[in-house]
């Protein structure tokens, strides 16, 4: 029998239509500054081949690039750009997962490495935007109480501390070991979702969104975000009343 493979294929070249646009100045991103998280979320974009979108500083039209290898060691990575990035400050899109989107400003020559025509070396940024986009408002989980998601993968159990919650996904906490396990576009199936210490509902997720993070107690930490792919009527029932009370709670 074969394994399932860790990670999923890496995505062709970038189209047209993967075009991004940049984050609305209405919006609310938070910013990530610490370079280990950043070159985490490279490394990811790399290894996936998702686009990023290029706006140069200038007047000029959008580019498309992916990230095609980040140092091990150091704040460099390397672009693999469809065409040539004007010289100067440009802005850089892409979609993490299917919910968020980061967005970072370099300025450079933008020259290729010797003997290519499209690989040009780049240093990380000093911040990046990341704006997660969620369809349903999420409510946090009480810092005390009894919120996990229980599930087996690949004949492993594991059991993921509960970060927030809400009609249509939840938020998970991972340590980077259980990460390993976990890509974007994985399915869960069968999850147990304990809300609180006296419900708990069934539900097959999907991995939308993985984001590395330091915490002051727990040290390194991945961020999983999911959405509920498959849910029973009656249980889907119960969690829009779970939502639907405690947000009241929390707004009062």
């Not at 493979?5 to 209405?26: A, C, F, V, Y």
């Not at 490394?43 to 140069?56: D, K, M, N, R």
């Not at 249509?168 to 980077?176: F, K, Q």
Request: glycine share 8%; proline share 10%.
């Amino acid at each position: 029998m074969t394994d399932t493979p860790n990670h999923p294929p890496r995505k062709g070249p970038p189209r047209p239509s993967d075009l991004l646009e940049r984050i609305h100045q209405s919006a609310a991103p938070h910013e990530m500054r610490d370079p280990f998280d950043i070159g985490e979320t490279f490394t990811s974009l790399a290894e996936s081949g998702e686009p990023l979108t290029i706006y140069p500083g200038s007047l000029g039209e959008p580019l498309l690039a992916r990230i095609d290898t980040v140092h091990p060691e150091e704040p460099h990575f390397t672009l693999d750009v469809v065409g040539t990035i004007p010289p100067g400050r440009a802005t850089f899109v892409a979609a993490l997962g299917g919910n968020a989107k980061l967005q970072f400003d370099l300025a450079g020559e933008w020259t290729p490495q010797p003997g290519t025509l499209n690989l040009v070396p780049a240093v990380f940024p000093e911040s990046c935007l990341v704006l997660n986009r969620r369809a349903a408002p999420r409510l946090d989980t009480p810092v005390n109480g009894n919120y996990a998601a229980t599930f087996t993968l690949m004949n492993k159990q594991f059991e993921l501390p509960l970060c927030d919650y809400s009609t249509g996904g939840v938020g998970l906490r991972a340590t980077p070991d259980q990460a390993a396990e976990l890509y974007v576009g994985r399915k869960l199936k069968s999850v147990r979702l304990q809300l609180g210490p006296a419900l708990a509902i069934v539900a097959d997720l999907e991995i939308r969104l993985l984001r590395p993070f330091r915490s002051f107690l727990l040290g390194e930490q991945v961020q999983v975000g999911c959405s509920i792919s498959n849910i029973e009527m009656q249980m889907q029932q119960t969690l829009q009343r779970l939502v639907t009370s405690n947000r009241g709670r929390q707004v009062a």
